[in-house]
């Protein structure tokens, strides 16, 4: 993975937001949070309401053709030249690097080569939402009074990171969670010895291999639990309704917080 050439220059006024499937259909208000966030800091947002999934479930079946005409259907949704800032590291990873690729990979038809000139073109304004807050917009979450008193007040917290593995691996996006979460007063954020490991959700992984999933995640909630943490935070909602759900099922003391709803309440939003 080549680093990243961020822009320089005058901040954004407006961006797209790109919520993804799974925060749309169960984490719906990690994706307001998200909103207001970027809101705060005088940006417009805007949401394509013909948007949908970024197709990563067909992809890493092994079913690129049906992930490329989930990508096609969307590349005309972000047609103006502003960022497009997805609260998911993975389905950030998704359409960075793989939606170009899906139409290289197709019948080398004038359709598949405009396509693929769209999807690069889009790819390079893909933004996980705290990249996008720490390298773009220089956020400092933890500047003495920023965002007002309340923020000052909450109570101390322990936490855990969780960055799923395609976020670590293809957006980098451990390195910008750690960097917010650490800002944040009050926060204390807790490495836990099965941190970088996957939390066995893998997507149809964890339908193809039900008893190694379990494993996995069971692994992951007990390092969890083992730091005496207050809850676990994360980017990406796979693995957080993995987590979660697993740890409520197991009666483990482990609560989960999507990040951008942790952002949120810990400078000055809604309570938890």
């Known amino acids: 993975m080549k680093p990243r050439q961020y822009p320089t220059g005058a901040r954004p006024t407006d961006v797209y937001l790109f919520a993804t499937c799974l925060v749309d259909l169960f984490v719906p208000q990690a ?28 992809y890493s079946s092994g079913n690129p053709r049906e992930a490329r005409e989930v990508a096609r259907a969307q590349l005309g949704l972000f047609d103006q030249p502003w960022p497009v800032i997805v609260p ?53 979450l933890g500047a003495a009074g920023a965002y007002g008193d309340a923020a000052l007040k909450q109570p101390a917290e322990r936490v855990v990171l969780h960055t799923s593995c ?42 193809k291999h039900p008893d190694i999933s379990g494993a996995m995640v069971a692994d992951k909630i007990a390092s969890a639990c083992a730091t005496g943490c207050d809850r676990l935070v994360s980017a990406d909602c796979g693995c957080l309704l993995n987590i979660g759900h697993a740890a409520e099922h197991q009666g483990a003391p482990l609560a989960v917080e999507h990040l951008a709803s942790f952002l949120w309440r810990r400078t000055g939003g809604e309570a938890a």
């Open 31 to 58: 994706g307001l949070d998200a909103v207001k966030l970027l809101e705060r800091e005088g940006l417009t947002v805007h949401f394509p309401r013909a948007q949908s999934c970024c197709g990563q479930p067909a």
């Open 88 to 140: 998911s590291g993975s389905c950030a990873g998704m359409m960075r690097h793989h939606w170009p690729a899906l139409f290289e990979d197709g019948e080398a038809n004038a359709a598949n080569k405009a396509d693929a000139a769209r999807a690069q073109a889009l790819s390079e304004r893909i933004y996980e939402l705290t990249e996008f807050l720490v390298r773009v917009l220089n956020v400092d």
């Open 166 to 207: 395609g976020a670590r691996r293809e957006m980098g996006t451990r390195v910008h969670g750690v960097e917010v979460v650490d800002a944040l007063p009050g926060v204390t954020r807790i490495d836990h010895e099965r941190e970088s490991e996957c939390c066995g959700f893998g997507g149809t992984f964890s339908l």
